[in-house]
């Protein structure tokens, strides 16, 4: 499954899960009606700040985590000096 489709049905299982409508939402995130069925349409072209304000309102984290690659480039979270876990 693309992360977009992942990341619709997540959006859109949490905000019936919290009986809020898609206006709900919209409205206690801080971005439009629009945006909200964009993110649950699984548009692959929206703001990150706002994708985050409505995570953050469903009580959602975005997380980055690293996958195995045959490259020597190092993961961003070597780069960063984090360490993985």
């Given at each position: ?9 997540s ?42 304000a ?32």
């Amino acid at each position: 499954m693309a992360f977009e489709q992942a990341l619709a049905e997540s959006v859109r299982a949490r905000r019936v899960a919290e009986h809020l409508t898609q206006a709900d939402l919209a409205d206690l995130s801080g971005v439009s009606e629009r945006f909200v069925r964009s993110v649950e349409r699984g548009k692959s072209t929206i703001r990150l700040e706002s994708l985050l304000a409505v995570l953050r309102t469903l009580g959602l984290d975005l997380a980055v985590t690293g996958r195995h690659r045959e490259s020597d480039v190092p993961a961003v979270t070597e780069m960063s000096g984090l360490k993985k876990r």
